[in-house]
């Protein structure tokens, strides 16, 4: 096994949220969580559970993709990590730290995931609540529907 080429400094703040998580579930740190973790911290953007296991294969040949997958799992149980699916079966993830709660606004014609900001839907959780009575937890919702490019190319 290859030596662990970690940025400590990335990893203080999320690392001792996940150490938490993890212990009191009677779970540890391992080193091969501790590398999805920090692949994580590499990536800009939505990454696959493949592309996240392909970076972790340059640090050490011994992490499987079940280890990988199960990592995220985790990490998007104790919310470090949120996931889309984008429409073609490929679930994507990110590590929410570094853009904190947002929702996913996905093209399934093309696509394109772009994350936008939780007040831009205050309105709609304030419109249910009034309504409905209903408390809409928006942390991890994705919307359906057309890009502008996509939604031109539709109605041309």
């Known amino acids: 096994?290859?030596?662990?080429?970690?940025?400590?400094?990335?990893?203080?703040?999320?690392?001792?949220?996940?150490?938490q998580q993890l212990r009191a579930r009677g779970f540890r740190l391992t080193p091969q969580r501790e590398m999805v973790l920090s692949v994580l911290h590499d990536v800009a953007g939505l990454v696959t559970a493949e592309e996240v296991h392909s970076r972790v294969q340059h640090l050490s040949s011994s992490v499987d993709i079940s280890t990988v997958y199960r990592t995220l799992d985790l990490c998007q149980e104790f919310d470090l990590v949120s996931s889309v699916d984008p429409g073609d079966g490929?679930?994507?993830?990110?590590?929410?730290?570094?853009?904190?709660?947002?929702?996913?606004?996905?093209?399934?014609?093309?696509?394109?995931?772009?994350?936008?900001?939780?007040?831009?839907?205050?309105?709609?959780?304030?419109?249910?609540?009034?309504?409905?009575g209903f408390q809409a937890i928006l942390d991890h919702l994705s919307i359906p529907g057309l890009c502008p490019a996509c939604a031109v190319a539709q109605d041309g």
């Open 1 to 19: 096994m290859r030596p662990l080429a970690i940025n400590r400094r990335q990893l203080t703040s999320c690392e001792q949220t996940f150490i």
């Open 90 to 132: 490929q679930r994507r993830y990110e590590l929410l730290g570094l853009h904190g709660a947002h929702l996913h606004l996905v093209c399934p014609a093309c696509g394109q995931v772009t994350g936008i900001e939780l007040e831009v839907a205050q309105a709609l959780v304030e419109q249910l609540q009034a309504a409905c």
